[in-house]
């Protein structure tokens, strides 16, 4: 057995970088419960309040290339610890912002918290790939990935349980209608970023501690050829890939970021906002991690193009079930998007970077920078939840489901084309 994970390439260092993925999924799932204590907290808009998520969006799009320059300067084990430095930080000053009382200094402390993120990212998801023999290299990253994935869930869960057991008393839209309800609220959004410092702190010492076994097996990695992002701008698969990336990101957060308050409505299924929580994590986020384990084995008898455009039809057709329903049928259907969202991400960058014309360095540098791109949907949805009504709101992840769909019939003729 020892024998033939190793021949998987898990070993020691590989499980050591794995944890950061759950570390990584764990802080970025905590947004879905903070925007809905933060709007309780300061009275926001659906669109002001979904401004923490432009803050790792613009996170993504500002710092993945410096990041990726700091890499190659001093190496993906020292750029690791800098990041999760970074993120330690990062909960520190979201910590010490909410007692200013405002809301612009928690989004430029979640700004810092979020670069620490996007660094640890690219420089942990090439390593994990890395870490062993190259023809296991897929399997690698997709098992990292599901630690993600269960950071997601566990993240929520406690983010929910933290932020909002008290926010939970207040009335049905979330909105707080006093200062000791604010300060209150707030101080929740304190206890639990102070915890994740300590945590991440820990994890800190942790990599720290295994910074040389994990340097001896990076040393065997052969460095990679350099390659401009843009030189992938003149690859129309990868312009459409990356438009796809921003797409299913947009839609995935924007869906999940609305979800509480969305399950809280009385209309729908009027659940108290800690419990609205719990069904985001074990539904929603849970059903990614689920579908991820399942896309991982399906993926090996249907063809990719064809999984991603039944997912991506499927999730429309349920976000236009929300749009026209209600109740439970419309609860669950939302719900239950999560689960076909689970092998979106990884099959539409596999799929682009077998098309595309530019080098995989370049596509891959431009799929991850199209992320920036996705920042435009919440902000939609957040305007369409303010003027009209959340579940209005939906129509703008059924368009981009619809165009990934698009996505993956071009990609399953150009697959036959080349085929013939």
Same mark, same amino acid.
Not at 37 to 60: G, I
Not at 352 to 368: F, K
């Given at each position: 057995?020892?024998?033939?994970?190793?021949?998987?390439?898990?070993?020691?260092?590989?499980?050591?970088?794995?944890?950061?993925?759950? /570390?990584?999924?764990?802080?970025?799932?905590?947004?879905?419960?903070?925007?809905?204590?933060?709007?309780?907290?300061?009275?926001?808009?659906?669109?002001? /309040?979904?401004?923490?998520?432009?803050?790792?969006?613009?996170?993504?799009?500002?710092?993945?290339?410096?990041?990726?320059?700091?890499?190659?300067?001093?190496?993906? @084990?020292?750029?690791?610890?800098?990041?999760?430095?970074?993120?330690?930080?990062?909960?520190?000053?979201?910590?010490? $912002?909410?007692?200013?009382?405002?809301?612009?200094?928690?989004?430029?402390?979640?700004?810092?918290?979020?670069?620490?993120?996007?660094?640890?990212?690219?420089?942990?998801?090439?390593?994990?790939?890395?870490?062993?023999?190259?023809?296991?290299?897929?399997?690698?990253?997709?098992?990292?990935?599901?630690?993600?994935?269960?950071?997601?869930?566990?993240? @929520?869960?406690?983010?929910?349980?933290?932020m909002l057991g008290d926010a939970a008393?207040?009335?049905?839209?979330? &909105?707080?209608?006093?200062?000791?309800?604010?300060?209150?609220?707030?101080?929740?959004? /304190?206890?639990?970023?102070?915890?994740?410092?300590?945590?991440?702190?820990?994890?800190?010492?942790?990599?720290?501690?295994?910074?040389?076994?994990?340097?001896?097996?990076?040393?065997?990695?052969?460095?990679?050829?350099?390659?401009?992002?843009?030189?992938?701008?003149?690859?129309?698969?990868?312009?459409?890939?990356?438009?796809?990336?921003?797409?299913? @990101?947009?839609?995935?957060?924007?869906?999940?970021?609305?979800?509480?308050?969305?399950?809280?409505?009385?209309?729908?299924? #009027?659940?108290?906002?800690?419990?609205?929580?719990?069904y985001l994590a074990n539904f929603y986020?849970?059903? %990614?991690?689920?579908?991820?384990?399942?896309?991982? $084995?399906?993926?090996?008898?249907? $063809?990719?193009?064809?999984?991603?455009?039944?997912?991506?039809?499927?999730?429309?057709?349920?976000?236009? !079930?929300?749009?026209?329903?209600?109740?439970?049928?419309? #609860?669950?259907?939302?719900?239950?998007? #999560?689960?076909?969202?689970?092998?979106?991400?990884?099959?539409?960058?596999?799929?682009?970077?077998?098309?595309?014309?530019?080098?995989?360095?370049?596509?891959?540098?431009?799929?991850?920078?199209?992320? @920036?791109? #996705?920042?435009?949907?919440?902000?939609?949805?957040?305007?369409?939840?303010?003027?009209?009504?959340?579940?209005?709101?939906? &129509? &703008?992840?059924?368009?981009?489901?619809?165009?990934?769909? !698009?996505?993956?019939? %071009?990609?399953?003729?150009?697959?036959?084309?080349?085929?013939?």
């Amino acid at each position: 057995m020892i024998e033939r994970l190793r021949a998987l390439g898990i070993t020691g260092p590989f499980l050591s970088v794995t944890l950061l993925f759950f /570390a990584w999924g764990f802080i970025c799932s905590n947004n879905d419960p903070l925007i809905v204590a933060l709007r309780a907290a300061f009275r926001l808009s659906y669109t002001e /309040a979904l401004l923490t998520q432009l803050a790792f969006f613009l996170a993504s799009g500002l710092i993945a290339l410096p990041a990726a320059a700091l890499g190659n300067r001093i190496g993906p @084990v020292r750029t690791i610890i800098a990041a999760l430095a970074m993120m330690v930080a990062g909960c520190l000053l979201v910590r010490g $912002a909410t007692g200013l009382g405002h809301y612009a200094p928690i989004l430029a402390a979640l700004f810092v918290l979020a670069s620490g993120i996007t660094t640890l990212q690219v420089a942990a998801n090439p390593l994990a790939a890395a870490l062993g023999p190259h023809r296991t290299s897929h399997f690698r990253l997709t098992f990292a990935q599901t630690f993600n994935s269960l950071g997601v869930v566990l993240g @929520v869960h406690y983010g929910s349980t933290l932020m909002l057991g008290d926010a939970a008393m207040a009335p049905p839209q979330g &909105v707080l209608a006093d200062a000791a309800g604010r300060a209150e609220a707030l101080a929740a959004v /304190a206890r639990a970023f102070g915890i994740m410092a300590a945590l991440l702190l820990v994890a800190v010492l942790f990599v720290w501690s295994q910074r040389r076994r994990i340097e001896l097996a990076a040393a065997a990695i052969p460095p990679a050829p350099q390659a401009s992002v843009l030189a992938a701008l003149k690859s129309r698969w990868a312009l459409m890939g990356a438009g796809a990336i921003a797409l299913y @990101v947009g839609a995935e957060v924007a869906i999940g970021s609305i979800m509480i308050n969305f399950l809280n409505q009385p209309g729908i299924l #009027g659940l108290p906002l800690e419990e609205g929580g719990r069904y985001l994590a074990n539904f929603y986020w849970g059903g %990614a991690l689920a579908g991820r384990l399942i896309g991982s $084995a399906v993926l090996t008898r249907v $063809a990719a193009p064809r999984l991603l455009g039944t997912c991506a039809a499927i999730a429309a057709g349920l976000c236009l !079930a929300v749009l026209t329903g209600s109740g439970p049928l419309a #609860g669950f259907a939302a719900l239950s998007v #999560g689960l076909f969202n689970s092998i979106m991400f990884p099959t539409i960058f596999s799929l682009t970077l077998e098309r595309s014309d530019a080098a995989p360095s370049s596509t891959s540098g431009l799929l991850c920078l199209a992320i @920036v791109g #996705g920042a435009a949907l919440p902000l939609l949805v957040g305007r369409l939840a303010d003027a009209i009504s959340l579940s209005a709101a939906f &129509v &703008v992840p059924a368009l981009a489901y619809a165009l990934i769909a !698009a996505f993956a019939l %071009a990609a399953g003729r150009q697959q036959r084309l080349v085929a013939a």
